[in-house]
């Protein structure tokens, strides 16, 4: 037997309940969207208002470098600077692959330096350093970090050195010739001892 045609036809009130689910939706969707954008837009507020309730609390007070100038700030930029904090803070020791050991060697070279006297013996640190670095470049390994080291100059690194020797001297006259005073004046003010004994003591 056919199904009349009123059957496959929808009826009013369910057509309505679909389209009060898609309005419901709809409008869910809007609320929310509404809200996320709200909680955007104040967001810069609230955090602000979490930093002056920190302030307040004292939870910024005796931070690490607090009224302290920020480290490195105005010096000449290093393009190794991470490598050679790396190295201080995990204290890095050991074998490392030749690139990375490169880099160390180079971030520490003039530390290294400082501590020779002899011009000569500076000099051949650096041509020692420069053939490791050549070797290496020559003589590349897979799966190791590329190498960007670079070959010092000997004669500027020489002369650096020099010029950081000198520095450390005048600097040490600079302070030994302030102290001097000081040493004078308390020479000067020393009671005299013997004085004090009579003819008939002694």
């Known amino acids: 037997m056919p199904v009349p045609a009123e059957r496959n036809q929808p009826t009013r009130s369910s057509t309505s309940e679909v389209q009060r689910a898609r309005d419901e939706a709809e409008r869910r ?19 602000d208002q979490q930093v002056r309730i ?3 609390n004292g939870e910024f007070d ?43 060697d180079d971030a520490l070279l003039d530390s290294r330096l400082d501590a020779l006297t002899v011009e000569r013996e500076v000099r051949r640190e650096v041509e020692d350093f420069n053939a490791r670095v050549i070797h290496a470049r020559y003589t590349p390994q897979d ?13 500027a690194t020489v002369a650096a050195w020099a010029q950081r020797r000198r520095a450390r001297a005048e600097a040490r006259r600079a302070a030994q010739a302030d102290a001097a005073p000081a040493v004078r004046a308390r020479r ?4 005299n001892r013997s004085a004090g004994v009579s003819s008939g003591d002694r």
């Open 143 to 155: 799966g190791q970090p590329p190498l960007i080291t670079m070959p010092r100059d000997v004669d």
């Open 188 to 191: 000067w003010w020393r009671p």
């Open 29 to 47: 969707k809007r609320s929310q969207q509404s809200a996320s954008a709200a909680r955007i837009a104040y967001q810069h507020q609230w955090v």
């Open 62 to 104: 005796d931070l690490p470098g607090a009224g302290k100038p920020i480290e490195g700030l105005g010096e000449q930029h290093d393009p190794d600077w991470w490598v050679k904090k790396l190295i201080e803070r995990e204290q890095i020791t050991g074998v490392l692959p030749a690139s990375l050991q490169l880099r160390k």
């Open 54 to 56: 920190a302030m307040a």
